[in-house]
């Protein structure tokens, strides 16, 4: 038997599964339904979702304009650890979730609500991204997974009970690939692009052209930096989120951000998605090129091996976790010294570095150069390499011939 609860906030898109679960959850649970929608920057498809959610059944509806503290609090601090997963993906449906799942738990202590339910696959990794964050933020939370409970077993059942129970849905029959859009990124997976060898069509993309059909001349700018994070783009200070709405648009505009890739879930299978990132993409680039000249050798070389385990805290659901926590510090006492400006330019699907400059830049051009100067000595180098060379020369000799 089901436990009957007073009230459920469910984690609300206005897409398929969502749009289904409100009517399911009414039926099963006999609860008041409150949807939670977090606007972190869908666009226009945030504009049907509070009619569509009263009208499936849902007896109000939260949403929350969360998109400067999804960026400053979510997107930069991952973006100053230079996180990628797998060497590709910039981690844009993951470092959305523990947002929208922390709002959901607040919003569920505002109601009073016994339970939280969210619309994720039990196949998938957003059921963990958002299950750990509510089991951190409160304990004692009632969680609902219908995904995991219903004999609903694929996304055409999903699609005959919705045109059974008169739910309008937002993808066909022929077309039920799902979309998961923020301001940061949009993702493409299922239908046919389970096929790994399918090549999505063009229409398919909305924040990207695509390369061919870039400008033929190259978008020049600049960002400026500080402490890890970029305020200004060609001179203009911006907000957290118009500055990622700006670069969105310019790398959009040439081609930049998108990627096709085979992943490897949390929960053990792999999986095709498709993303685009164009802002994350440039900001990527620019500062960890900016780092090159701001950041000590060692100091670079420890925290850069700490960038996969930092990805996959994030994919894995671990935003709230301690040791997530523990590396940001780090990382963050790293970026005291990254201000500056980064020179781009953008063509064609390529984000080019052309120049980096800091008033504490840590480049000194007199002992670069190749010119005679009066800093370096180059005949010190001799025993810097003979001291180096003293553990490869006891090797060759234990070795001898074997060594080839």
């Not at 949403?63 to 930069?76: C, N, P, Q, T």
């Not at 150069?369 to 006891?394: C, M, P, T, W």
Request: proline residues 5%; charged residues 25%; hydrophobic residues 35%.
């Amino acid at each position: 038997m089901k436990k009957k609860l007073n009230k459920i906030v469910l984690a609300y898109s206005g897409g398929l599964d969502t749009s289904v679960i409100i009517k399911w959850l009414k039926e099963e649970y006999e609860a008041e339904v409150i949807a939670f929608c977090a606007d972190l920057g869908q666009g226009e498809e945030l504009d049907p979702v509070r009619e569509k959610a009263l009208a499936t059944g849902a007896s109000k509806i939260y949403i929350e304009d969360l998109k400067e503290e999804f960026v400053k609090d979510f997107v930069f601090p991952m973006l100053r650890a230079n996180a990628f997963y797998e060497n590709h993906y910039l981690l844009g449906t993951a470092i959305a979730r523990p947002l929208i799942a922390k709002e959901q738990i607040r919003v569920a202590g505002l109601e009073n609500a016994e339970g939280v339910s969210h619309g994720a696959t039990g196949k998938g990794n957003d059921q963990v991204r958002f299950e750990l964050t509510y089991m951190t933020l409160n304990p004692d939370i009632v969680i609902i997974a219908p995904w995991r409970e219903w004999n609903l077993d694929s996304r055409t059942s999903l699609f005959d009970y919705a045109t059974s129970h008169g739910i309008p849905v937002p993808v066909s029959k022929d077309k039920p690939y799902s979309m998961d859009r923020n301001l940061f990124h949009i993702s493409y997976e299922g239908g046919v692009l389970e096929d790994p060898w399918y090549e999505p069509h063009e229409e398919m993309f909305m924040l990207s052209v695509s390369p061919e059909k870039s400008p033929d001349q190259p978008t020049v700018l600049e960002i400026n930096y500080e402490n890890g994070d970029p305020v200004a783009v060609n001179g203009e200070r911006m907000s957290p989120a118009h500055l990622l709405t700006k670069m969105n648009e310019l790398g959009g505009q040439n081609g930049i951000g998108r990627i096709d890739i085979v992943e490897n879930r949390f929960v053990g299978m792999k999986s095709r998605g498709v993303y685009e990132t164009p802002g994350g993409t440039i900001l990527h680039a620019a500062h960890r090129d900016l780092e090159t000249i701001t950041v000590d050798r060692e100091v670079m070389h420890l925290r850069d091996s700490l960038i996969p385990a930092y990805a996959r805290l994030v994919y894995n659901g671990m935003w709230y976790s301690p040791e997530r926590l523990l590396l940001q510090k780090m990382i963050d006492e790293v970026q005291k010294t990254v201000t500056g400006t980064v020179r781009l330019k953008l063509y064609k699907g390529n984000c080019i570095v052309t120049g980096r400059k800091a008033d504490r830049s840590l480049y000194c051009p007199e002992t670069a150069s190749f010119e005679k100067d009066e800093v370096y000595r180059q005949n010190d180098a001799e025993g810097f390499i003979r001291l180096h060379a003293l553990r490869l020369k006891r090797f060759s000799e234990i070795l001898g011939d074997k060594l080839f």
